[in-house]
């Protein structure tokens, strides 16, 4: 965990103080909406359908247990009693009310949580690995450059009023857990030949009207030049790229009409007219950040506890814990991933009874710690292996038992229609179809790893362009239609999926996912071969063949 | 509209001269950058201090040459949404060391005025009354800052190697 400081605490309140003072102007008529628009979006708050949205931020997705009851506490209070989580490390509140919004900023201030950085056209929360600093191999914790970078981009003078929106990913695991390939920057954190940690950054990655998925700007920047050289990428940004579009508007678009060379170019000009300023890092200032996150102290445990070989009997547990339970760092300890994707229910959603039954379950069992990932789940990072079955049976009691972490029906999906004013379409419906249709887990078992990702429109909030299965809600004369895509991935072999064929109607989306998955299992060379796999050895034909003969 | 300078508002001294018109005798001048680059040396013979409104899609490269003897810069926003001038603001006062005024103009608002300030602006054209009559108080909504600029404010980072040195210190 990161522990605030009084620098940390006063820069927040002093955040909350402003906004209820811009919350005021407002309400008394004195700010246009149009004016005060940028400054609540700064603040996280969107003008959804039905009302305002609120977004919290959840950094890099670490989450204390006491900060995990507060945001129940803001469901209960100043919303309908549940929260969204996102597939940024956000929590959204959906029917806030303007005028008790600063009360609700005020609530979370006090347990160093705040809303900056989760909308506008600024920098937003900087996401990392939920299974940061617990994952084996790890090279570092990434969080602790997270948090610096958090830091750095917080109220930036220069870059709060970017071209668009600019969105931070951080990893230090081969294996991505944080798409880092379709972020505005991707940071993958690695060692010289030295032994010094540094990054490969990517630039220009993004999904929306344009995908693209970044490119390697540069593959080697040392730890003290990072924050100087995401300056030099953002200050070129902000000075040239598109403002007379909002869908040109990303710094992808940039990278891509200057090409990947020249826009490295003119990044370096200006960083190396920079690199030995104040942004420096020297190891004292890395190691003031290190010194304020805190680690369990672990005890000494067995990797095969009596209680894990006793409760491998219970076949119910056995189904749970092969797809939870990852191994961890330390010896005896799991990491547990926690499904926010019940058969029928909307994708990422927990009510407040759980959130505040979920802080008491990571006091016991995870050293009172919480992450967030982004397929909408959460995560304990700390469990003890032998008390899984314990941990097991208090989740299931709450409804965050389902057992299909990276199954099926494990769907990413957008708010869509139900709730957002940019939607052409619904996409929670199309998701709890779909989680009622591959219920089984039996079936879902035998499919394998898939993962379902929904957009209710192309701005791709539900990252369809790299699902497995996408699905792209449009809109054609009033009516509800639906792209589908496959071969799609976010991990460090990020690649966007391929369309299938026509869009088809509301109806169909499930009809036509199963057809798609029953090629799949008559296709692929082997039990083991994931459907990524196959698509990736075969192609989409194959599939199109057989969804489309009978359509 | 108001004009905010050292905290208060103040008369404008410079003589805003369009296009068409000649430039008066004397007197303080603001003029456009593709007057002034037209013939620039003519125009800082100007009798009076002259300034320049420089637009945010320009590279301010072009400008450099004559940073020492111009009295003020105006940088522009056509809306608050366009950040642009920020980053010419820090560039002139951080890598041109500039340090004439340099000044905010168009659609300057009050809750734009702690990042301006430290981005350099010292000087401020406010759209509204109030915002300007607000200036003062605005000013002080941060007493921390993550990020070190050209403005001299104390960063966290400095602060909290500050607060340590003294608890050293006291050991």
């Known amino acids: ?551 | 509209m108001p004009l905010v300078k050292g905290g208060e508002i103040t008369r404008d001294d410079f003589a805003h001269v369009r296009e068409d018109l000649p430039l008066p005798e004397d007197g303080a001048v603001l003029i456009s950058a593709a007057r002034f680059l037209a013939d620039p040396e003519l125009l800082l013979r100007h009798k009076g201090r002259i300034g320049v409104i420089w637009p945010n899609g320009r590279d301010i490269d072009a400008l450099v040459p004559y940073l020492d003897r111009l009295a003020t810069i105006a940088l522009v926003f056509p809306t608050f949404r366009d950040g642009r001038a920020y980053s010419q603001a820090r560039l002139l006062r951080e890598r041109f060391h500039y340090h004439g005024e340099l000044r905010a103009t168009g659609q300057v608002l009050r809750d734009q005025f702690v990042f301006m300030l430290r981005a350099g602006f010292d000087a401020f054209d406010v759209r509204k009354q109030s915002d300007a009559e607000a200036f003062a108080q605005t000013v002080k909504r941060y007493s921390v800052f993550y990020q070190p600029t050209g403005d001299g404010r104390l960063t966290a980072l400095h602060r909290r190697m500050q607060l340590r040195d003294s608890r050293r210190a006291g050991l």
């Open chain 1, 1 to 551: 965990m990161y522990a605030y400081d009084e620098i940390d605490r006063t820069l927040v309140n002093e955040r909350v103080l402003e906004f209820r003072d811009q919350v005021r102007r407002r309400l008394s008529g004195e700010l246009t909406e149009d004016e005060f628009k940028m400054l609540r979006l700064q603040n996280g708050v969107y003008l959804q359908l039905h009302a305002y949205m609120f977004r919290v931020a959840i950094p890099y997705g670490t989450l204390a247990s006491r900060q995990l009851r507060r945001l129940a506490h803001v469901a209960r209070t100043y919303d309908r009693g549940y929260g969204h989580f996102t597939t940024r490390q956000n929590i959204q509140f959906n029917w806030i009310k303007l005028a008790e919004l600063p009360d609700a900023l005020a609530d979370l201030a006090e347990v160093g949580i705040h809303a900056m950085q989760t909308s506008g056209n600024n920098t937003r929360n900087v996401t990392s690995d939920q299974w940061a600093g617990v994952a084996p191999a790890e090279v570092e914790d990434p969080r602790i450059w997270a948090e610096i970078l958090r830091q750095y981009t917080t109220l930036h003078p220069e870059f709060s009023f970017l071209p668009r929106k600019f969105k931070f990913a951080i990893t230090a695991s081969s294996h991505d857990r944080t798409a880092i390939r379709i972020h505005d920057i991707g940071l993958r954190l690695l060692r010289n030949q030295q032994g010094e940690t540094g990054f490969e950054v990517l630039v220009g990655g993004g999904l929306g009207r344009t995908p693209f998925i970044g490119k390697t700007i540069k593959p080697f920047v040392h730890g003290r030049d990072l924050l100087s050289y995401v300056e030099a990428i953002m200050r070129v940004y902000n000075q040239y790229g598109r403002r007379d579009n909002i869908y040109k508007a990303r710094i992808k678009i940039l990278v891509h009409e200057l090409g990947i060379e020249k826009f490295a170019a003119e990044v370096e000009e200006e960083w190396l007219q920079m690199r030995e300023g104040a942004l420096k890092l020297d190891d004292e200032v890395v190691e003031d950040i290190r010194a304020r996150f805190s680690y369990p102290n672990y005890e000494e445990l067995p990797e095969m506890p009596d209680e894990l070989r006793d409760a491998a009997q219970d076949a119910s547990f056995e189904a749970w814990r092969r797809n939870s339970v990852f191994p961890h760092k330390v010896r005896g300890y799991a990491i547990v991933t926690l499904s926010l994707k019940p058969a029928g229910g909307p994708p990422g959603d927990a009510t407040a009874e759980q959130m505040d039954a979920l802080a008491d379950i990571a006091d016991k069992y995870s050293f009172g710690e919480i992450r967030v990932g982004h397929e909408q789940n959460l995560a304990l990072p700390h469990v003890a292996r032998r008390d899984l079955p314990a941990l097991w049976k208090a989740l299931d009691r709450i409804g965050l038992a389902t057992p299909n972490v990276n199954l099926i029906s494990d769907i990413i999906a957008c708010p869509g229609l139900d709730y957002c004013s940019l939607a052409n379409a619904r996409s929670i419906p199309i998701a709890q179809e779909l989680t009622r249709r591959f219920a089984n887990h039996d079936t879902a078992n035998l499919i394998g790893r898939l993962h379902i990702n929904i957009s209710g429109c192309i701005n791709a909030c539900g990252h369809h362009h790299v699902g497995h299965i996408g699905i792209l809600g449009v809109e054609k004369n009033g009516e509800e239609f639906y792209q589908i895509t496959i071969g799609g991935r976010a991990d460090e072999n990020a690649e966007l999926g391929t369309l299938i064929g026509p869009a088809v109607k509301f109806e169909e989306v499930a009809d036509v996912v199963e057809d798609v998955v029953e090629a799949y299992l008559a296709l692929r060379a082997r039990p083991d071969e994931l459907f990524i796999d196959t698509v990736k050895r075969l192609g989409v034909e194959p599939f199109k063949e057989r969804v489309y003969a009978t359509r």
